[in-house]
């Protein structure tokens, strides 16, 4: 099938790369030129473990192509896929749709025949049939319908997600899409892979429930870390204890210093205002919002209580970790934007590494100091704070660690470490949820 996918950002780039895996001729169309010439010189974007090679083997092989101009893969597509960002709008937290709109108009001018168009962005209930309507408003003689189709891909692990995911759920009112989304997603079928048809603005729905879910599973695991931290509790074994009721699962329940990334902050928020907007608010996820920005801002003070003063004032801080998760260079709502700047308020030198994220963190965090490695980072340094779990940092040379120190403080906010474990190498070691953890209240 011909698919044209409108955006290379994250989602678009990731599921173009994986529908062309599966056979499909793709184009993915950005107005970016500076991206487009990226691609084309064989360049990733955006860092994912595995794209670059997905990406070149399809372009080698004819079925996956880069264009600025979008027009004639438009008009010869099966299925046109909208996957442009929807960020949060300034001032009122909804997601702003702007490019969505632009993207459906664009699409109105250049389709023929009948044609599927795919809203593959996160977007709220009813966006479907703003899209319809703006189309059919453009192009009355246009033959086409509006489907939804929902991501679920985790950075850093997206491109298995792509191909080997939970369910894939499709929202259509046209029954003539069906065949045409079935078609897509055929080489699914050897998985076995559930694929979900449902309304639209139900797939829509499902998006945004889901990582409001999520989301709300670790802000509940985040809390229950500070009770176990004043009950002597392990929060770790606690997880492990409910996580293993199959009613429950064990996944999103690792404690740590609040959720960020691309998808939750924004897509919490909006759930919020539009049920909110549709008289049904959602209290169990505007308290998670609350609690997820209160947690990340606070997590300054555990780097104080670790160094038992009340400022940082001629203290040098080292961050281990800057993007919101290990195996991606996103930078967007990561703990580190609240913590960094905090610690400097506070009158701390920081001093940071992260192996993906420092090139979009330079645009991003004032007056920190960029170091080449981890134990760069570490050396005169008063404290180490681990802020994302990258693998490299899970087994550091702690003797060197403790030497390059001033003094062998670590702050754990991932709780890589076992605390019996630093205590006998001498370290004066606090995590998340666990009785030898800093202490708060």
Request: proline fraction near 5%.
């Amino acid at each position: 099938m011909r698919v044209a996918m409108i955006g290379t950002g994250y989602v678009g780039l990731v599921s173009g790369a994986c529908f062309a895996d599966f056979g499909h001729i793709v184009t993915c169309v950005d107005k970016d030129a500076s991206k487009i010439d990226q691609l084309n010189a064989g360049r990733m974007p955006i860092y994912e473990p595995g794209l670059e090679d997905l990406v070149a083997a399809n372009v080698r092989d004819g079925r996956l192509s880069f264009a600025l101009d979008g027009g004639e893969a438009i008009r010869a597509a099966d299925a046109v896929f909208i996957a442009v960002g929807t960020p949060s709008r300034r001032g009122d937290g909804h997601a702003d749709l702007s490019y969505v709109y632009a993207a459906a108009e664009e699409i109105a001018d250049l389709i023929q025949g009948f044609t599927v168009i795919v809203t593959k962005s996160t977007v709220p209930v009813g966006t479907g049939d703003e899209i319809e309507r703006i189309i059919r408003a453009r192009r009355p003689d246009a033959d086409f319908a509006v489907v939804s189709n929902p991501e679920f891909l985790r950075e850093g692990a997206a491109i298995s997600d792509f191909k080997r995911p939970d369910r894939v759920v499709v929202g259509l009112e046209d029954e003539r899409a069906r065949p045409i989304m079935a078609e897509l997603y055929r080489p699914l079928n050897l998985n076995e892979t559930p694929i979900l048809f449902t309304g639209r603005r139900t797939s829509e729905l499902t998006k945004y429930a889901a990582n409001a879910f999520l989301a709300l599973k670790i802000t509940f695991i985040n809390e229950v870390a500070d009770l176990c931290e004043n009950l002597g509790a392990d929060v770790q074994q606690v997880a492990r204890g409910i996580g293993l009721d199959n009613r429950i699962g064990s996944k999103f329940l690792h404690a740590g210093p609040g959720y960020g990334g691309s998808c939750f902050p924004k897509d919490t928020l909006a759930l919020v205002r539009t049920a909110t907007d549709a008289g049904a608010p959602l209290r169990l996820i505007e308290t998670t919002v609350e609690v997820n920005d209160a947690r990340k801002k606070a997590m300054a003070d555990r780097v104080v209580a670790a160094l038992g003063g009340t400022d940082l004032k001629g203290k040098t801080v080292a961050l281990l970790g800057l993007t919101f998760k290990p195996n991606t260079d996103d930078m967007r709502d990561a703990p580190s934007l609240d913590v960094a700047p905090a610690l400097i308020a506070k009158g701390a030198t920081v001093q940071a590494f992260d192996p993906e994220g420092m090139h979009e963190a330079a645009k991003l965090l004032d007056g920190v100091v960029f170091r080449d490695g981890p134990y760069d980072a570490v050396e005169g340094a008063d404290v180490v704070v681990i802020l994302t779990e990258w693998d490299q940092f899970r087994a550091l040379d702690l003797d060197r660690v403790k030497l390059l120190l001033k003094q062998p403080v670590m702050v754990d906010l991932r709780n890589v470490y076992r605390p019996e474990d630093m205590k006998a190498r001498g370290f004066h070691y606090s995590s998340i949820g666990r009785p030898e953890g800093v202490r708060q209240g």
